[in-house]
């Protein structure tokens, strides 16, 4: 089982009112975070995944924890607060592009604490980390101590995926960024992502630093440029976009992430040995893989991820 961590919470899409009126706007609530979003994905490509988060115990967290149910997401590590639950409110710009503006201070997601901490055993077979839960507290130091304290015994990926809304100290977001690259294996980052955080530096140089780290490859996805790897044993090559239809590129990212892991996991490469026995070719195929599974979440609205049989 992979168990990814951080927030749930619903995001809430703008729509134009039929009639035109400024004084009137339409929301289509979908359930989503990207924690939560990449928890899906694996399971819908058919790997074994559970959720450490808190959920709320009003009506929009409920319908959280029946998203998990339903989409066969272990609930084990999910825990409930009588707080509210994160609203995410969303603006998807002409190029499918999404902007977000979270509502979420004091709320269910962000209160996991250390002493929440699970006891994690071997079926754990990895971690994921990432967005604002990475620097909203308490639960960003909960996950960093939990990073720090699986680092080693189980593979560990990150995606910064940064939202300067819910956290706009961006030196906050590098400080973190940099003690969490320390002990991830695996980390997959947006160009949008690496030049909110790095502006005066060249993508290149950032993520090669990260790779003197415990870090053995990191993704770097390019939107319609398509993506690139970084490879500590096989160096840096790229695969362009796949021509497609765009509806929006809300979750593509996520779904990404999701099939970077899945494919490891098909593999029996899930772990820090696994990464080590990599080989060009076989990371190749990863790459190629996470492409086709963004590009057809892209052809959907909202976060709609894509299910394994969909991508033979």
Request: proline share 4%; charged share 20%.
């Given at each position: 089982?992979?168990?990814?961590c951080?927030?749930?919470?619903?995001d809430?899409?703008?729509?134009?009112?039929?009639?035109?009126?400024?004084?009137?706007?339409?929301?289509?609530?979908?359930?989503?975070?990207?924690?939560?979003?990449?928890?899906?994905?694996?399971?819908?490509?058919?790997?074994?995944?559970?959720?450490?988060?808190?959920?709320?115990?009003?009506?929009?967290?409920?319908?959280?924890?029946?998203?998990?149910?339903?989409?066969?997401?272990?609930?084990?590590?999910?825990?409930?607060?009588?707080?509210?639950?994160?609203?995410?409110?969303?603006?998807?710009?002409?190029?499918?592009?999404?902007?977000?503006?979270?509502?979420?201070?004091?709320?269910a997601?962000r209160?996991?604490?250390?002493?929440?901490?699970?006891?994690?055993?071997?079926?754990?077979?990895?971690?994921?980390v990432?967005?604002?839960?990475?620097?909203?507290?308490?639960?960003?130091?909960?996950?960093?101590?939990?990073?720090?304290?699986?680092?080693?015994?189980?593979?560990?990926?990150?995606?910064?995926?940064?939202?300067?809304?819910?956290?706009?100290?961006?030196?906050?977001?590098?400080?973190?960024?940099?003690?969490?690259?320390?002990?991830?294996?695996?980390?997959?980052?947006?160009?949008?992502?690496?030049?909110?955080?790095?502006?005066?530096?060249?993508?290149?140089?950032?993520?090669?630093?990260?790779?003197?780290?415990?870090?053995?490859?990191?993704?770097?996805?390019?939107?319609?440029?398509?993506?690139?790897?970084?490879?500590?044993?096989?160096?840096?090559?790229?695969?362009?976009?796949?021509?497609i239809?765009?509806?929006?590129?809300?979750?593509?990212?996520?779904?990404?992430?999701?099939?970077?892991?899945?494919?490891?996991?098909?593999?029996q490469?899930?772990?820090?040995?696994?990464?080590?026995?990599?080989?060009?070719?076989?990371?190749?195929?990863?790459?190629?893989?996470?492409?086709r599974?963004?590009?057809?979440?892209?052809?959907r609205?909202?976060?709609?991820?894509?299910?394994?049989?969909?991508?033979?």
């Amino acid at each position: 089982m992979y168990l990814v961590c951080g927030e749930a919470l619903f995001d809430f899409f703008s729509e134009e009112d039929a009639d035109g009126q400024a004084a009137k706007l339409n929301y289509r609530a979908i359930a989503g975070g990207s924690p939560f979003n990449v928890a899906v994905g694996l399971r819908r490509l058919g790997i074994k995944a559970g959720l450490f988060g808190g959920l709320s115990t009003d009506f929009l967290g409920r319908r959280l924890l029946q998203v998990l149910k339903d989409e066969g997401v272990s609930e084990r590590f999910v825990l409930a607060f009588a707080a509210p639950t994160t609203l995410s409110m969303v603006a998807v710009g002409a190029d499918g592009s999404p902007q977000y503006n979270f509502r979420g201070e004091g709320c269910a997601d962000r209160l996991l604490e250390i002493a929440h901490l699970p006891h994690l055993s071997d079926e754990i077979r990895g971690l994921h980390v990432g967005s604002y839960s990475l620097v909203v507290q308490p639960i960003g130091d909960t996950l960093l101590e939990l990073v720090k304290r699986e680092s080693g015994k189980r593979l560990i990926s990150l995606d910064p995926n940064v939202r300067l809304n819910p956290q706009p100290d961006i030196q906050l977001w590098r400080e973190r960024v940099a003690q969490l690259a320390q002990h991830a294996d695996l980390i997959k980052v947006s160009d949008e992502d690496l030049h909110l955080l790095y502006p005066d530096q060249s993508p290149e140089s950032v993520l090669q630093g990260w790779l003197q780290h415990r870090c053995q490859l990191v993704f770097l996805t390019r939107g319609g440029d398509g993506a690139s790897v970084f490879s500590r044993q096989h160096g840096t090559w790229s695969q362009p976009a796949m021509k497609i239809v765009m509806a929006d590129t809300v979750g593509a990212g996520d779904t990404f992430q999701a099939a970077l892991i899945a494919w490891l996991t098909e593999h029996q490469l899930d772990s820090v040995q696994g990464l080590h026995q990599l080989t060009r070719e076989q990371i190749d195929a990863m790459l190629g893989f996470a492409i086709r599974a963004s590009a057809l979440t892209c052809t959907r609205t909202g976060p709609d991820l894509p299910y394994r049989r969909q991508l033979d």
